[in-house]
T-cell receptor, first 116, second 112 residues
Framework: DGGITQSPKYLFRKEGQNVTLSCEQNLNHDAMYWYRQDPGQGLRLIYYSQIVNDFQKGDIAEGYSVSREKKESFPLTVTSAQKNPTAFYLC???????????????FGPGTRLTVL | LAKTTQPISMDSYEGQEVNITCSHNNIATNDYITWYQQFPSQGPRFIIQGYKTKVTNEVASLFIPADRKSSTLSLPRVSLSDTAVYYCLVGALSGGYNKLIFGAGTRLAVHP
């Protein structure tokens, strides 16, 4: 059963705490992405990775960190420096990281983070 | 990167055909047009992608005029389960990866 999994589905965090969101894919995709979605808004790119051990900042990377030690895993850490972390976080992956045209991004089910 | 403009919301009734138009005046030569569907508290799901003319799959059709400055997603005979947000995206390689810009999308409500 192939796809992208994110865990946990719901996450609660106290102010000042770091928290890590998990994203795993078994699609053998090269590229992985993290997005943030606020209520009634579209998705905004936080970080992306084209290949293992390499990642780039997206449009709203401040207060977030990532790692890409394995092809199938791309965890996102929301640090205490993120001023307004309450949001819906989505992970995605796509097969190509360098070919022309656009490749479909496949999304996980999301993690809803709430800061108490 | 080309921005897209689409209606904020649309209403329809079961069994009707729904057409959602997206404008992308600054589309580049190597840009593709992609549509995603998103249900509440779920990740977006790919619907259809095209470059020019018409593309059809089992769930939708995508019409792209010759100038490619707009595109229309057509959903035939919608049902209540088609109530969702639909995103039009235009993108291609930028800095070596697929950069997709999600706007607020079109919120489609299908009524009985």
């Amino acid at each position: 059963d192939g796809g992208i999994t994110q865990s946990p589905k719901y996450l609660f965090r106290k102010e000042g705490q770091n928290v890590t969101l998990s994203c795993e894919q078994n699609l053998n995709h090269d590229a992985m992405y993290w997005y943030r979605q606020d209520p009634g808004q579209g998705l905004r790119l936080i970080y992306y990775s084209q290949i293992v051990n390499d990642f780039q900042k997206g449009d709203i990377a401040e207060g977030y960190s990532v790692s890409r030690e394995k092809k199938e895993s791309f965890p996102l850490t929301v640090t205490s420096a993120q001023k307004n972390p309450t949001a819906f976080y989505l992970c995605a992956s796509s097969s190509s990281a360098g070919r022309a045209g656009t490749d479909t991004q496949y999304f996980g089910p999301g993690t809803r983070l709430t800061v108490l | 990167l080309a921005k897209t403009t689409q209606p904020i919301s649309m209403d329809s009734y079961e069994g009707q055909e729904v057409n959602i138009t997206c404008s992308h005046n600054n589309i580049a030569t190597n840009d593709y047009i992609t549509w995603y569907q998103q249900f509440p508290s779920q990740g977006p799901r790919f619907i259809i992608q095209g470059y020019k003319t018409k593309v059809t799959n089992e769930v939708a059709s995508l019409f792209i005029p010759a100038d490619r400055k707009s595109s229309t997603l057509s959903l035939p005979r919608v049902s209540l389960s088609d109530t969702a947000v639909y995103y039009c995206l235009v993108g291609a390689l930028s800095g070596g990866y697929n950069k997709l810009i999600f706007g607020a999308g079109t919120r489609l409500a299908v009524h009985p």
